[in-house]
T-cell receptor
Framework: GQSLEQPSEVTAVEGAIVQINCTYQ??????LSWYQQHDGGAPTFLSYNALDGLEETGRFSSFLSRSDSYGYLLLQELQMKDSASYFC?????????????FGTGTLLAVQP | DAGVTQSPTHLIKTRGQHVTLRCSPISGHKSVSWYQQVLGQGPQFIFQYYEKEERGRGNFPDRFSARQFPNYSSELNVNALLLGDSALYLC?????????????????FGDGTRLSIL
């Protein structure tokens, strides 16, 4: 089976940098994605890593190392509005679908 | 442009009842997927439909069924509701049924239907 583990909660202050880790056990997947979800609303896409290395999108960066079965999301210049749940997800390689397998989720609390 | 829309937003049912949830994808998107998100967990894949055909099914009992209509909207049906079916049900759309490794098509999610079973 496939499983992705994340820390359950992370707390940081405004303006700081925070890293949310994702470790996975999977037999094969197409890339690692990150989604943000506010208060149980719609998950929104943040970033995608098809290859090992760092992808940067504004204040957000994401990293993937397949050899270490590890990835992370880096949030810089934290703002209060960044308080949300963050999920890593992989797209299942088996079958003809866009099936996403989500991690356990990390609740980020940004404090003033 | 309108995003993915789901109805109803909230629903309260009792055990044993039946429920139908509805989803309209983003205009031009032909693939619709359904996910169940229990409080405190990540979404879990239930179904994917593309061009009115089921393309994938997650590990859910036969009480869960779905269909897609010619206008690409979709319904999720759950029969014989159990307390454990209480969750946020999310619909996601994408242009095609499967994206390539390097040309990722992110899933676009709706705000979900929050289903409570009493």
């Amino acid at each position: 089976g496939q499983s992705l583990e994340q820390p359950s909660e992370v707390t940081a202050v405004e303006g700081a940098i925070v890293q949310i880790n994702c470790t996975y056990q999977t037999s094969g997947f197409y890339g690692l994605s990150w989604y943000q979800q506010h208060d149980g609303g719609a998950p929104t896409f943040l970033s995608y890593n098809a290859l090992d290395g760092l992808e940067e999108t504004g204040r957000f960066s994401s990293f993937l190392s397949r050899s270490d079965s590890y990835g992370y999301l880096l949030l810089q210049e934290l703002q209060m509005k960044d308080s949300a749940s963050y999920f890593c997800a992989v797209r299942d390689k088996g079958g003809a679908t866009n099936k996403l397998i989500f991690g356990t989720g990390t609740l980020l609390a940004v404090q003033p | 442009d309108a995003g993915v829309t789901q109805s109803p937003t909230h629903l309260i049912k009792t055990r044993g009842q039946h429920v139908t949830l509805r989803c309209s994808p983003i205009s031009g998107h032909k693939s619709v997927s359904w996910y169940q998100q229990v409080l405190g967990q990540g979404p879990q894949f239930i179904f994917q439909y593309y061009e009115k055909e089921e393309r994938g099914r997650g590990n859910f009992p036969d009480r869960f069924s779905a269909r897609q209509f010619p206008n690409y909207s979709s319904e999720l049906n759950v029969n014989a509701l159990l307390l454990g079916d209480s969750a946020l049900y999310l619909c996601a759309s994408s242009p095609h049924y499967r994206s390539g490794h390097y040309s990722n098509q992110p899933q676009h999610f709706g705000d979900g239907t929050r289903l409570s079973i009493l």
